[in-house]
Each structure stands twice: as C-alpha cells, then as structure tokens.
C-alpha cells in the first residue's frame, strides 16, 4: 500500500500561485508514476497532471503551461506549481500514484493510490 498526504492548498486571487505538496510513504519502490487531479463542485474528478519515474510528464489542456508537476526523490515528495490560478481552478486537487502507468495521459484515466485531497479556491 501506499499512503499519499497533501498539502499547501487554501485560498488565492485570480492570477496568484501556489504550490501543492504531496509527501508519498508505503511501498512507493512499486511506483511507477504520480499525478495530480482535481474534482470541481458538481463535476467528476479528473487527472490534471502525471509524472513518469523516467521524467515524463504531461497535462491537461485546461493547466498546460500554467501548471508544473515535479518530484524530489529523496523525499518521496510530490509538487505542483500553479501559476497564473483563475476562478475555474478552484476544486479539490487530490495526490495520486500509480504503478502501470503507461504514459499515455488520459483525465480519466484510474490511478491506483489518491490521498484525502486539498482545497484550493481562487476568488476573482
């Protein structure tokens, strides 16, 4: 199993950053990727941004080049750089991992592991 904790969410303006944080612990040497995705109020939740043990990554269109997802290995941590935030971001971004990830990026896509979730809101 592997246990996925977030944080650094809450709340900015329009046009603000923030970054997320997701501190990864359990059996991640079976990991073969990790994510992060987001559920807006009345919406499904959706795969945001993933990142490959091998330095892959890809993103939705919606945070393409807004957002960057990274990971420093020697602490088994997770991040996600949101810049340029806009009132449509405001969800409940949760930390995800997967271990058979294949690289081809889907929002649908079922990672196997997510943490409890973080809420960012951006106010106009």
């Known amino acids: 199993q592997v246990q996925l904790v977030e944080s650094g969410g809450g709340l900015v303006q329009a046009g603000g950053s923030l970054r997320l944080s997701c501190a990864a612990s359990?059996?991640?040497?079976?990991?073969?990727?990790m994510g992060w995705a987001r559920q807006a109020p009345g919406k499904q939740r959706v795969l945001i941004a993933t990142l490959t043990n091998g330095g892959i990554s890809n993103y939705a269109g919606s945070v393409k080049g807004r957002f960057t997802i990274s990971r420093d290995y020697a602490k088994n941590t997770v991040y996600l750089q949101m810049n340029s935030l806009k009132p449509e971001d405001t969800a409940v971004y949760y930390c995800t991992a997967d271990r058979y990830y294949s690289g081809s990026f889907s929002p649908s896509y079922g990672m196997d592991y997510w943490g409890e979730g973080t809420q960012v809101t951006v106010s106009s």
């Open positions: 359990g059996s991640i040497g079976g990991i073969n990727a």
